[in-house]
């Protein structure tokens, strides 16, 4: 593959084959879809920017007003005997 009488540009592109091939069939995902990681292009395309949302916060903050009234002081600090 170094050697021979080939051109540049088509041991470039033998090269860049062979790198497709061998990602597609490793990670188990299209040709297309190698191509676009190796050319740094998105897989898909917003207007919008997402941030991320953690609902396990928002549902704890969501419930204190509730678990605050529904307890009382002896029932926090003490644990049930049953």
Request: glycine share 4%.
């Amino acid at each position: 593959m170094i050697g021979g009488s080939e051109t540049r540009r088509e041991k470039a592109r033998r090269l860049m084959t062979r790198i497709v091939n061998n990602l597609s069939a490793k990670m188990e995902i299209g040709a297309p879809m190698a191509c676009m990681y190796l050319l740094d292009i998105p897989d898909h395309y917003t207007s919008h920017t997402f941030v991320p949302f953690y609902w396990q916060s928002f549902v704890r903050e969501a419930q204190k007003p509730w678990d605050a009234t529904s307890e009382t002081p002896s029932a926090v600090t003490q644990p049930e005997k049953v």
